[in-house]
């Protein structure tokens, strides 16, 4: 049993939070972006974020070469990523995981 629950219970979790916060904000998400970037201390956690981003989605992209899919398959995760950087992997680590076959542990 090797399928993808704490990533589905994150990406549930994380998105419901981001739901909520998004839904009670008092500006939007480019002028929060905005306000961290006017700081060098919010700014350098935020260009780390990115960077991590970034190499999410390398390996998101490689993946699916890997799997034989196109860019096209992988490409709204990439997006997804690129607003809600957590979020796209999440649900690629989740899409992915649940549609794979499950490989029998039982001897026979």
């Given at each position: 049993m090797n399928r993808p629950y704490l990533a589905l219970a994150a990406l549930?979790?994380?998105?419901a939070y981001t739901g909520y916060t998004m839904w009670t904000a008092q500006q939007s998400l480019m002028a929060f972006g905005m306000g961290l970037m006017s700081s060098p201390d919010t700014a350098q956690v935020v260009?780390?974020?990115?960077?991590?981003?970034v190499l999410a989605c390398v390996w998101m992209y490689r993946d699916a070469r890997a799997r034989g899919r196109s860019l096209a398959a992988v490409l709204p995760y990439l997006l997804v990523t690129a607003v809600?950087?957590?979020l796209g992997p999440l649900l690629y680590i989740v899409v992915n995981g649940f549609s794979r076959p499950v490989k029998s542990t039982a001897n026979a």
């Open positions: 549930l979790g994380f998105a260009i780390d974020l990115y960077l991590l981003a809600f950087v957590s």
